[in-house]
């Protein structure tokens, strides 16, 4: 009795520490967020809605509430990301498009979602990466 109490425990605290992921070249990539004040963002000049992630590889990524999406081909990408709860679409190009989200859903778990659909080949947030001087 008690060794069911402790899996069930230990199932239960994966649950709730399970960090958010996205797909990239068809791999799960583990994102865990990275806490930032409000004041010292407003000290570094940083007043955007992006929150910061660090990756499983240890890379700071910034993601707003924008998913980058490819259907695969053949398949009106239009009307696939019509069926979903957006706020835009917009075309990139003839393949690639740009979806904005509401503010208060999480786009990694939107993206999943998007990743899922088997007329989807590719959705993943839109990183804001930090420039560099080349």
């Given at each position: 009795?008690?060794?069911?109490?402790?899996?069930?425990?230990?199932?239960?605290?994966?649950?709730?520490?399970?960090?958010?992921?996205?797909?990239?070249?068809?791999?799960?990539?583990?994102?865990?967020?990275?806490?930032?004040?409000?004041?010292?963002?407003k000290?570094?000049?940083?007043?955007?809605?992006?929150?910061?992630?660090?990756?499983?590889?240890?890379?700071?990524?910034?993601?707003?509430?924008?998913?980058?999406?490819?259907?695969?081909?053949?398949?009106?990408?239009?009307?696939?990301?019509?069926?979903?709860?957006?706020?835009?679409?917009?075309?990139?190009?003839?393949?690639?498009?740009?979806?904005?989200?509401?503010?208060?859903?999480?786009?990694?778990?939107?993206?999943?979602?998007?990743?899922?659909?088997?007329?989807?080949?590719?959705?993943?947030?839109?990183f804001r990466?930090?420039?560099?001087?080349?």
């Amino acid at each position: 009795m008690k060794k069911k109490i402790v899996i069930s425990l230990v199932g239960l605290s994966l649950m709730v520490n399970a960090s958010d992921f996205y797909y990239q070249n068809g791999k799960k990539v583990e994102v865990v967020q990275i806490e930032k004040s409000e004041a010292k963002q407003k000290k570094e000049g940083n007043t955007s809605e992006i929150s910061y992630y660090r990756t499983s590889k240890g890379h700071k990524v910034g993601v707003k509430n924008d998913i980058l999406v490819e259907c695969i081909e053949g398949v009106d990408c239009k009307s696939v990301l019509a069926d979903y709860e957006t706020v835009t679409i917009s075309a990139l190009s003839d393949t690639i498009f740009m979806v904005t989200i509401a503010k208060d859903k999480n786009v990694f778990e939107f993206s999943q979602k998007l990743y899922n659909n088997e007329k989807v080949k590719i959705a993943h947030p839109n990183f804001r990466k930090t420039k560099r001087r080349r």
